[in-house]
């Protein structure tokens, strides 16, 4: 895992901690926490570290509320804790 990976891996689980405990935040959310000014090209990279995250238990990624496979889902996805 390189160091962005790692970064956003981080940026997701520190964001989680800030919220509400039900709360979720979008893979764009972790993308502008690591780097403000190429958060856009972050985005694919962050939606990989919520799928690794994932996988192992320390988050749900979540579209329309279902949980979903963050690698293969299209469109918008959200991150939460599991529940």
């Known amino acids: 895992m390189d160091d962005v990976a790692a970064r956003l891996e981080r940026a997701i689980g520190e964001l989680l901690a800030r919220r509400r405990p039900e709360a979720s ?32 238990g320390a988050v749900e990624v979540t579209q329309d509320g279902a949980v979903v496979d963050a690698r293969s889902a299209r469109g918008p996805v959200r991150i939460r804790r599991p529940r």
């Open 25 to 56: 935040i979008c893979p764009s959310e972790a993308a502008r926490a690591v780097d403000p000014a190429r958060w856009r090209d972050l985005v694919p990279d962050a939606r990989s570290a919520a799928g690794r995250l994932a996988d192992a």
